[in-house]
Every structure is written in structure tokens, then in C-alpha cells.
Antibody
Framework: QLQLQESGPGLVKPSQTLSLTCAVS??????????WSWIRRPAGKGLEWIGR???????TYNPSLKSRVTISVDTSNSQFSLNLSSVTVADTAMYYC??????????WGQGTLVTVSS | EIVLTQSPDFQSATPKEKVTITCRAS??????LHWYQRKPDQSPKLLIK???QSFSGVPSRFSGSGSGTDFTLTINSLEAEDAATYFC?????????FGGGTTVEIK
């Protein structure tokens, strides 16, 4: 069974870059039908889709974050990553990695809390 | 972006009762609407994809319907283990967006 596990710093200073990695286990990443997403939930707010990447490297980002987001994939090491630059307190959130297939999201990680604070 | 509005925000129901949750899209999304269940300290689970297709392993008491702007998730014969938050998700247009969630409590 597929497992997704987020990892990265839980505390990031304002103006710095938030970097998270999602380790994929229990299934191969090589299926070209899959895409890999990052989603976040700020405290007290709803889910926000950050973006996705296919194994081909094709990415799509939320326009509201596009100028600051980079998602990359490393299928040889079964992981994909999120970089969010120039963070502010508004980027404090629970961050989830997820797998999509046939557009729906069929697997989610447990989530990791990232706080932006000096 | 497409806004998904769920109702109600909270619902309390007894076991075996039928529960209906609605998700309304701010513009037509065809059938590109998916439903998830999230329990405390667990990752969300896909229940229904493309409005009415049951995901593998999901109990048959969960069903979905709708198209265009109005969608419904129905839980027939509610069970204690169904206490959770349910939310919808559209993939018709980018950015993908999510509903605010409906919390179902078992009386």
C-alpha cells in the first residue's frame, strides 16, 4: 500500500525558503498516470492546492503562489519536493503531499506543520 | 478560481440514519468533483471520484450524485465509524479547489 511521508523543517524564518520532501513507499513512482501534489491548510482555513508534477517533470502551480513555488520529482529516489520562497507568516500551515491518479487524489500523507516565525 | 461551498458545516445524526451533504460549485464543473473523508490524526481518504464513482474499498453505504454545479454525498445507514469531516474537491479547472468541509457527528 502506498505511503507518503512529508519531512522538512518545522520552523522557517520570514523571507527564507520553505523546503519539504515527500518520501514515497509501497508503490512505484514510475507509472506515468500518476501526478504528485502539494496541498496546504493554514490554521483555521480551508485546503489550498499548491501545485502538482507528473513524472515527466511537467508542473502546474496555483497562480496565487506560482512566482514562489517550485515542485520537483526524483523518481530514482522515490521522492518529490516543494520549495516555497520568500515565505511570510501567511505561509504557516499544515503541508500535505499527495498522489493523484485520474485527476482525483487517491493517497495523502499525514501532513507536516510548518510555522513561519522569526 | 472555482469556489466550492459545502452545506451543512456540521451535522449530528444517529446510527442507521441517512446523511446528505451537498457541495455547490460557483460555476459548472461537469462531473469533475471528488469526495473525501478525514478523521482526526488520519490522512484524508478518497470516497467518491467524478461525482458518483465509488473508489476501491469504500463501503457501499457511501454514494455520490450530481453534475454541473450541484453535488451530493450520501451516507446510507450511518455507522459509528463514519464520524469524520467530509470535503469535496474539484479538478475541472486550475487551480484545483476544495470545499470547506462538513463534520458529521454520531449522536
Amino acid at each position: 500500500q502506498l505511503q507518503l511521508q512529508e519531512s522538512g523543517p518545522g520552523l522557517v524564518k520570514p523571507s527564507q525558503t520553505l523546503s519539504l520532501t515527500c518520501a514515497v513507499s509501497g508503490d512505484s513512482m514510475s507509472n506515468g498516470d500518476y501526478y504528485w501534489s502539494w496541498i496546504r491548510r493554514p490554521a483555521g482555513k480551508g485546503l489550498e492546492w499548491i501545485g502538482r508534477i507528473y513524472n515527466s517533470g511537467t508542473t502546474t502551480y496555483n497562480p496565487s503562489l506560482k512566482s514562489r513555488v517550485t515542485i520537483s520529482v526524483d523518481t530514482s529516489n522515490s521522492q518529490f519536493s516543494l520549495n516555497l520562497s520568500s515565505v511570510t507568516v501567511a505561509d504557516t500551515a499544515m503541508y500535505y503531499c499527495a498522489r493523484g491518479v485520474d485527476l482525483a487524489i487517491d493517497s495523502w500523507g499525514q501532513g507536516t506543520l510548518v510555522t513561519v516565525s522569526s | 478560481e472555482i469556489v466550492l461551498t459545502q452545506s451543512p458545516d456540521f451535522q449530528s445524526a444517529t446510527p442507521k440514519e441517512k446523511v446528505t451533504i451537498t457541495c455547490r460549485a460557483s460555476q459548472s464543473i461537469g462531473r469533475s468533483l471528488h469526495w473525501y473523508q478525514r478523521k482526526p490524526d488520519q490522512s484524508p481518504k478518497l470516497l467518491i471520484k467524478f461525482a458518483s464513482q465509488s473508489f476501491s474499498g469504500v463501503p457501499s453505504r457511501f454514494s455520490g450524485s450530481g453534475s454541473g454545479t450541484d453535488f451530493t454525498l450520501t451516507i446510507n445507514s450511518l455507522e459509528a465509524e463514519d464520524a469524520a469531516t467530509y470535503f469535496c474537491h474539484q479538478t475541472s479547472s486550475l487551480p484545483q479547489t476544495f470545499g470547506g468541509g462538513t463534520t458529521v457527528e454520531i449522536k
